[in-house]
């Protein structure tokens, strides 16, 4: 199994908020794929939260290569929260070739400066996305409490 390691991880709590996991990534799902990025694939997946025999929670993956977002949305009591983490696999079959003599030196040992470029790129873009997206709903939800004037 390959191993995943966490790079970062953010959340936003809503306090008095009702909103739907589904909706959030159904929209945030929409509004990646409008910028075209390449080899970038968005899917709801199901993590179990303890072990096989425990519940489950439905995430956001947010892939591109061996970098993966997972971004939750979920109510908490009354409240509602947005959660993103983003993690990197290891690959596997790289690392099972560097072991072999002959062929570890055949195996790239690093990434290119494009492939580094790139990367970058998904994971500022990615993050920013979810940022907006957080951000609208606290500007919507501001609005929601803002009393009518008057006049």
Known sequence: MAQTYV??????????LSLS????????????????????DCE???????NFFGASREYL????DNLKFYVCAAPFGRSFFVSWWLGETENEI??????????????????????IDTELMFIKSIDAIVKG???????????????????
């Open 7 to 16: 790079h970062s991880h953010s959340y936003q709590h809503f306090e008095e």
């Open 21 to 40: 996991a589904n909706q959030f990534y159904s929209h945030l799902t929409k509004l990646i794929s409008t910028y075209n990025f390449p080899k970038v």
């Open 44 to 50: 709801i997946v199901a993590m179990d939260e303890v």
């Open 61 to 64: 993956r947010i892939k591109k």
């Open 94 to 115: 790289v690392l099972a070739l560097r072991r072999i003599p002959i062929l570890k030196w055949f195996v790239p040992l690093g990434k290119t400066y494009y492939q």
């Open 133 to 151: 997206m957080v951000d609208k709903l606290i500007v919507e939800k501001v609005l929601r409490y803002v009393p009518t004037v008057k006049e």
